[in-house]
Nanobody
Framework: QVQLVESGGGLVQAGGSLRLSCAASGRTFSTYTMGWFRQAPGKEREFVAAISWSGGSTPYAHSVKGRFTISRDNANNTVYLQMNSLKPEDTAVYYC???????????????WGQGTQVTVSS
């Protein structure tokens, strides 16, 4: 069992930056693939980025590649999402998730946080 708590969301102007954090409980954090997803009002939840247990593989959604960076600190059971050059279309609730498999499909992820709101103003 893994419990996930996101933080770091907020309101930022277009072109600005935010760093999201996801703190995980449980001794097996380092064995999980961790992912970030987002859901805008009226839209499906979509994949943003993921990181393998070792950090060696980091797939990104095309819409965020080159602007967002995912990283993890296994010693502190935390995964991060550094978001630069933010755009209004990045506005969404951002969710952290954990999976036993590396992938971009939300059905692969067994554990989810409650989400943190990111709002980018134009």
């Amino acid at each position: 069992q893994v419990q996930l708590v996101e933080s770091g969301g907020g309101l930022v102007q277009a072109g600005g930056s935010l760093r999201l954090s996801c703190a995980a409980s449980g001794r097996t954090f380092s064995t999980y693939t961790m992912g970030w997803f987002r859901q805008a009002p009226g839209k499906e939840r979509e994949f943003v980025a993921a990181i393998s247990w070792s950090g060696g593989s980091t797939p990104y959604a095309h819409s965020v590649k080159g602007r967002f960076t995912i990283s993890r600190d296994n010693a502190n059971n935390t995964v991060y999402l550094q978001m630069n050059s933010l755009k209004p279309e990045d506005t969404a609730v951002y969710y952290c998730a954990a999976s036993n498999l590396l992938g971009t499909t939300k059905s692969l992820y067994d554990y989810w946080g409650q989400g943190t709101q990111v709002t980018v103003s134009s």
